[in-house]
């Protein structure tokens, strides 16, 4: 069966009843239908937050064949709950963009999802439309500052940084000339669209820890300079209040239930090689005041989201996980090792091998954080048990914790002995993660240690663009700021054939980002873009509705 028709068929509580199991009665809830609510900021619980149990799950570097991160990350939730822990998986919400681009659904696969399926991959709850409302709302106010006569700022317009955004992937809108038409459509300049996702307001949202913080946030959002080169931000527009009306309700964490019906919580969804790839502090909160185990994730590989998660997200919000699971696929470990993508399917003990050093080092990178890890060995049908042997008997001889785990094809049935190991890991934790850089190291500083100690570069260079950047910031007062380094995730390195395990390679940052509101700094290496473009073959062209209303292509 596909993940569609495993979650059609599946029977859903009422919201109401999932609310129960995490001691929150219908009163508290904001309901959105018969199976979807809304959690009120009210419920979060400090002290219940400092002392329940957080659990992040990442990954080695992904490949095209797909790791299945959020399926372990429920898979995992369920396995909690079947020995007994009262446990909540705490999600990111899916973006259109991918879901009509390639992977056709983000809601986890096989018997580890969370549902209803359909609402969650198209427009859920609505908190992607409002992102998206309340940044080009900002956009339309810069633009018509500009045009104004009387109540002008002065705003240069060729160094406005803030573009608009949409929720679909859509390479033609990258760069666009706006403002054609004469004097009355407004001043022409070059901008562009970004995805919702990459909309620092997304950002925002995550790291906010109420609606007043929301608000200050978005009010400290950076715009550009005027013509005597003065900075200007969203506050002098005075944009910050209507913005944060229109997210009043997006700011609110969703309830949803996993298959097993057990509690979901899904909110936000900024992706991890450009911005900082996890779910919201209020959404982790929440969890964590309403249940005795949280299971998270961070999106793409440990290099990006993982390290994202504790440097920028765990230091602002005063979090700390207990345990962190390593997910692996015998198919991701052969690509590493060489095998084509067509072949992935192919068992070879030889390159399983090979592949192992990418495991190993974002092993390695767990370490450096202080923290111990369990690998969670996601099986797909293709494996072979010789194949599985290596992955234990390398994990072994380097003294990690390492799990086959079914959790597609069993459910929480095929997480238990996960679950139960990840237990054992939480208990043994005393103490709190080791972040790898202070905040208030200087910028190049913050830049080199994540380069160097988590990516396992030989050094860091920077362009003329992105020494200019660092002088700005120096001006603006925001060195600060930690940094969101943007990069490839295919690769430890900023190259993205660079599989493996690189080694001696040099990082190139190209230019330096400031995202003020959302109280980071983004170096970008490489070639990243903040607008997907769709694929030859969209999933799109295999998503369906009939004359009945039922959806198909959600895979």
């Known amino acids: 069966m596909k993940d569609i028709d495993i979650a059609r068929a599946s029977k859903m509580a009422p919201v109401t009843s999932i609310a129960k199991k995490i001691n929150t009665g219908e009163n508290d809830l904001q309901l959105i239908g018969k199976y979807k609510a809304k959690l009120p900021l009210s419920l979060i619980d400090d002290k219940k937050v400092k002392e329940n149990n957080l659990i992040l799950v990442t990954a080695i570097s992904p490949t095209p064949a797909g790791e299945g991160k959020t399926t372990m990350s429920i898979g995992l939730n369920e396995g909690l709950n079947k020995i007994g822990k009262q446990s909540t998986v705490v999600l990111r919400e899916p973006s259109l963009g ?4 390639i992977k056709g659904g983000a809601t986890g696969g096989g018997y580890a999802q969370v549902i209803p399926m359909e609402d969650i991959n198209l427009h859920f709850t609505g908190d992607f439309s409002a992102i998206e409302k309340a940044h080009n709302l900002l956009s339309a106010l810069v633009d018509n500052n500009i045009q104004s006569k009387t109540r002008s700022l002065n705003i240069d317009p060729r160094t406005v940084v803030w573009k608009r955004v949409m929720d679909m992937n ?10 054609l038409g004469g004097t009355g459509s407004g001043m022409p300049r070059e901008t562009g669209f970004d995805i919702t996702a990459a909309s620092e307001i997304m950002a925002i949202l995550c790291l906010a820890n109420s609606l007043e913080d929301l608000k200050n946030r978005l009010g400290n959002i950076f715009i ?16 910050q209040g209507a913005m944060a009306t229109l997210m009043k309700d997006a700011i609110l964490p969703n309830l949803v239930q996993t298959l097993e019906g057990n509690p ?41 989201g993982a390290e994202k998660f504790l440097d920028i997200k765990c230091q602002s919000a005063g979090l700390s996980p207990k345990a962190i699971v390593l997910v692996a696929t015998v198919r991701a470990l052969k690509y590493h090792g060489g095998v084509g993508l067509n072949d992935l399917n192919m068992p070879n003990v030889g390159a399983v091998i090979k592949g192992l050093e990418n495991m190993e080092k974002h092993l390695e990178n767990i370490a450096q954080f202080g923290l111990k890890p369990v690998v969670a060995i996601n099986s797909f049908v293709s494996d072979t048990e010789e194949e599985h042997k290596a992955i234990l008997e390398h994990c072994e001889k380097i003294g990690v914790t390492a799990v086959v785990a079914e959790v597609w094809a069993k459910g929480g049935e095929g997480a238990v002995e996960l679950a139960k190991k990840v237990v054992e890991v939480v208990e043994s934790c005393d103490k709190p993660f080791t972040p790898i850089y202070q905040w208030d190291s200087p910028v190049e500083e913050k830049i080199k240690k994540v380069a160097t100690k988590i990516y396992g570069a030989a050094s860091v260079e920077y ?84 004359k009945d209303g039922n959806i198909s292509g959600l895979f």
Request: aromatic share 6%; hydrophobic share 45%.
């Open 264 to 304: 979901a919580i899904i909110h936000g969804g900024p992706f991890a090689n450009i911005a900082q790839g996890t779910n919201s502090v209020i959404a982790t909160k929440m969890g964590l005041s309403l249940s005795d185990y949280v299971v998270t994730e961070a999106g793409f590989g440990c290099d990006l």
């Open 170 to 179: 859509d390479r033609a809108l990258r760069n666009v000339v706006i403002g």
């Open 463 to 546: 362009t003329a663009k992105a020494k200019a950047d660092l002088r700005k910031i120096q001006k603006l007062n925001l060195t600060h700021l930690p940094v969101c380094i943007a990069k490839t995730q295919k690769s430890l390195s900023d190259d993205p054939k660079l599989l493996g395990r690189p080694r001696d390679f040099v990082i190139t940052v190209r230019e330096i980002e400031i995202a003020a509101g959302a109280g980071f700094l983004v170096p970008i290496t490489g070639n990243m873009m903040r607008m997907p473009g769709l694929p030859a073959t969209p999933s799109a062209e295999h998503i369906d509705i009939d």
């Open 224 to 239: 550009g300079f005027t013509m005597d080169r003065k900075p200007i931000y969203a506050r002098d527009l005075n944009a």
């Open 98 to 101: 991918p879901v009509f681009g």
